[in-house]
């Protein structure tokens, strides 16, 4: 084997940076062999469009995503994952229109569900929010790189987010199937249980719940409920969520009896302000696009933030180490579409023949 020429290497990086590829990370050259072997993981032409961004002319083509997942340090064998994660979050309305050069800076949520969690090793478990994971990591990150590179949404360019997300485009989970005490959130939108498949939707910000106080599921829910209804996170009258649960918060609740439909109705009661709370940081009169109502201040009552009767009103996952009462808020940017979009596997090499 040749030896590995480090100058060679920090060449081609430096050449990346300098082309405007690069969202600050050093990234990974892409020659043709390279990319040969992302493209050869799908049946799918290169040429096929998966994502259009009217707003700016700009499209993005099967080959297109497969040198940003080459850029962003993902292995082959991850790029269907990375497809499917891509055409999950393309059903979401914001994905496809200006979401992405939002003031609010919205970040991806991903999350991967069945035996490609394993097989590829994603992070399911603990710090599954933080780094240190190749799968995790790289998948989320070629997300942003398509936006960025295909997109051509750059900060300070297109991207107009006012502070953004720091975690913007590491926000890749696995669901801890195996803890959780509810079926895959890829079942709830139709996926058969132990098929791969991923979920994806746009988020505002990310919050913690530390609740290890309490063994009353109803304390314990009416914790997040305060988080859903802080003031802060108002922009509109109603808004989506979700949450990641540990898996300690999960069997909490299930063992006394909730569901995640259940969860959602106790949430969705519960999760609010009472107007005058609003009146006093002067968001009382939200309309449902945020403009004031013009009829000026609502009623007094309560103001409830998750739009009534809505099932994608909330994301519910389950994720994390069962070593703490410590799970997730989040906060959706549009509307959760409530899909989810099987892995496809790798087509069979020429001449081989199925078992």
């Known amino acids: 084997m040749s030896e590995l020429d480090p100058d060679n290497a920090q060449a081609a990086i430096e050449?990346?940076?300098?082309?405007?590829?690069?969202?600050?990370?050093?990234?990974v050259p892409v020659s043709q062999p390279l990319l040969d072997r992302f493209l050869a993981t799908t049946a799918r032409d290169p040429g096929?469009?998966?994502?259009?961004?009217?707003?700016?002319?700009?499209?993005?083509?099967?080959?297109?995503?497969?040198?940003?997942?080459?850029?962003?340090?993902?292995?082959p064998e991850y790029f269907p994952v990375v497809l499917a994660a891509w055409e999950a979050l393309m059903a979401e309305r914001a994905a496809g229109g200006g979401g992405w050069q939002s003031t609010s800076?919205?970040?991806?949520?991903?999350?991967?569900?069945?035996?490609?969690?394993?097989e590829l090793g994603f992070n399911k478990a603990g710090g599954v929010f933080g780094p240190g994971f190749r799968a995790n990591a790289t998948v989320a990150?070629?997300?942003?790189?398509?936006v960025r590179n295909a997109f051509g949404v750059h900060p300070h360019v297109f991207e107009q987010a006012t502070q953004?997300?720091?975690?913007?485009?590491?926000?890749c989970i696995a669901e801890n199937e195996e803890e959780s005490p509810w079926p895959p959130l890829a079942a709830?939108?139709?996926?058969?249980?132990?098929?791969?498949?991923v979920s994806a939707t746009l988020l505002r910000t990310s919050e913690f719940v530390d609740n290890r106080h309490t063994s009353s599921a109803e304390q314990l829910l009416a914790d997040f409920a305060d988080t859903l209804g802080?003031?802060?996170?108002?922009?509109?009258?109603?808004?989506?969520?979700?949450?990641?649960?540990?898996?300690e918060h999960a069997q909490m609740l299930a063992a006394a009896g909730f569901t995640r439909d259940c969860v959602r109705a106790w949430l969705a009661e519960h999760s609010g302000r009472t107007v005058a709370e609003l009146a006093r940081v002067g968001k009382d009169g939200l309309g449902d696009r945020g403009?004031?109502?013009?009829?000026?201040?609502?009623?007094?009552?309560?103001?409830?933030?998750?739009?009534?009767?809505?099932?994608?009103?909330?994301?519910i996952a389950v994720a994390g180490a069962r070593n703490a009462g410590i799970s997730m808020v989040v906060r959706i940017f549009g509307a959760w579409s409530g899909t989810a979009v099987a892995v496809a596997p790798a087509p069979l090499p020429a001449g081989a023949v199925h078992g």
């Open 15 to 27: 050449h990346c940076y300098d082309q405007g590829w690069s969202d600050g990370l050093p990234l």
């Open 48 to 75: 096929e469009v998966i994502g259009r961004l009217a707003a700016l002319d700009r499209h993005v083509t099967i080959e297109l995503a497969a040198i940003n997942a080459a850029l962003a340090g993902c292995k």
């Open 291 to 315: 403009a004031r109502h013009a009829s000026g201040e609502r009623a007094a009552g309560f103001d409830r933030v998750l739009a009534p009767d809505d099932p994608h009103h909330l994301l």
């Open 141 to 146: 990150r070629a997300l942003g790189l398509i």
């Open 105 to 118: 800076g919205p970040a991806p949520l991903i999350v991967v569900n069945g035996p490609v969690r394993d």
């Open 230 to 247: 802080r003031s802060g996170a108002w922009i509109f009258r109603h808004g989506a969520a979700g949450i990641v649960f540990c898996p």
């Open 164 to 171: 953004g997300l720091p975690g913007r485009w590491q926000m």
């Open 188 to 197: 709830e939108a139709g996926i058969a249980p132990g098929t791969s498949a």
